[in-house]
């Protein structure tokens, strides 16, 4: 498992407590860019990994979620959303974001 944050006023960036006693011994990326794909970090803990195929989660499934998993796609690598551990700012963005991971071949999962 990789975890990604996003520094944001207020905050460290830090991995929130409930998340973090569940993944344990997970890789830990800080998130600066909009997109997690777009750090290098990311992409070199998913290819020590080992895995090919990923599965994204967050909140901002418009955004946060969707921009990766697009972007992992058309990178070669399978993936998949965890439909039950994302959420977005309206019900609008939500569907728009399902029907563009759709579009792509990103399979709810």
């Given at each position: 498992?990789?975890?990604?944050?996003?520094p944001v006023p207020g905050s460290a960036g830090e991995v929130a407590p409930d998340l973090a006693l569940?993944?344990?011994?997970a890789s830990h990326i800080a998130r600066h860019r909009t997109s997690?794909?777009?750090?290098?970090?990311?992409?070199?803990?998913?290819?020590?990994?080992?895995?090919?195929?990923?599965?994204?989660a967050g909140v901002g499934t418009d955004v946060a979620v969707a921009l990766?998993?697009?972007?992992?796609?058309?990178?070669?690598?399978?993936?998949a959303v965890a439909v039950d551990a994302c959420?977005?700012?309206s019900d609008v963005a939500a569907r728009a974001a399902w029907l563009r991971l759709a579009g792509a071949g990103v399979v709810p999962a």
């Open positions: 498992m990789i975890l990604a944050t996003a569940v993944a344990a011994g997690v794909w777009e750090e290098q970090a990311f992409r070199d803990a998913l290819a020590a990994s080992g895995r090919n195929t990923v599965v994204f990766p998993a697009l972007a992992a796609r058309r990178a070669g690598r399978p993936g959420g977005a700012i």
